[in-house]
């Protein structure tokens, strides 16, 4: 059976509250003016460093802004989600099936664990894989690779679900198949441009893409 990897927000759950006004929290303690809804949204998949990156130039500025973002987070944060409409039957029908699951997301790991752990369907997920504290590990080719370390898998044997445009780019990064996801924060044009192999407009749609990938193997 195929491997799945899912991606965590945008693909599992909605968290676009929690981590806008993390942003939000951080840039105000910096000092910055803030930034409009529409450009916090954008920050939702790349990993924070990078987003911040962005805007301030000296890292000491960075990792304050970082450290700034999880204290918010830490708080209440990392409850300011809620589970997509569907998933959790999804999930629990793939694992059901003989699939192996896992959560690979460019979330700090141990908040990760955290969310997961609270989902109704955790229990269906053999591992949840995500950036390392200190930015060693953040961008998806790494992540996806620290899975594949972890669980001893081979890439064909792997598919990456998420809803970004870097959850494909690193399923071709390690030659596997990437599905694009429609309910979260990307769009079908940049999943397309990305070069999904398929695209699931409802998460129903996730259990007959993965039986196909099985009888393309």
Do not use: Q
Not at 3 to 9: E, G, K, R
């Amino acid at each position: 059976m195929n491997t799945l990897f899912f991606d965590l927000d945008g693909t599992l759950i909605d968290s676009a509250v929690g981590i806008t006004r993390c942003v939000a929290h951080a840039l105000d303690g910096m000092g910055h003016p803030g930034l409009p809804e529409s450009e916090l949204r954008r920050w939702i998949g790349p990993a924070l460093r990078v987003s911040f990156g962005a805007l301030f130039d000296d890292p000491v500025d960075i990792e304050r802004a970082v450290a700034l973002y999880r204290e918010r987070f830490e708080l209440v944060g990392w409850t300011e989600h809620t589970i997509y409409e569907g998933i959790g039957e999804a999930v629990a029908t793939l694992h059901a099936a003989g699939h192996r699951l896992a959560v690979v997301t460019a979330k700090n790991e141990p908040h990760a664990r955290r969310i997961v752990e609270t989902l109704p369907f955790a229990h269906c997920f053999d591992d949840i894989i995500g950036a390392t504290p200190d930015g060693r590990i953040s961008h998806k080719p790494e992540l996806i690779a620290e899975a594949l370390r972890r669980l001893d898998l081979r890439p064909g044997d792997c598919t990456m679900i998420g809803d970004r445009h870097l959850d494909i780019d690193g399923a071709h990064h390690h030659g596997m198949r990437g599905i694009g996801v429609l309910w979260g924060f990307g769009d079908e044009d940049e999943l397309r441009t990305a070069g999904a192999h398929a695209l699931a407009r409802a998460p129903r749609e996730l259990v007959a893409m993965s039986s196909m990938a099985n009888r393309a193997d």
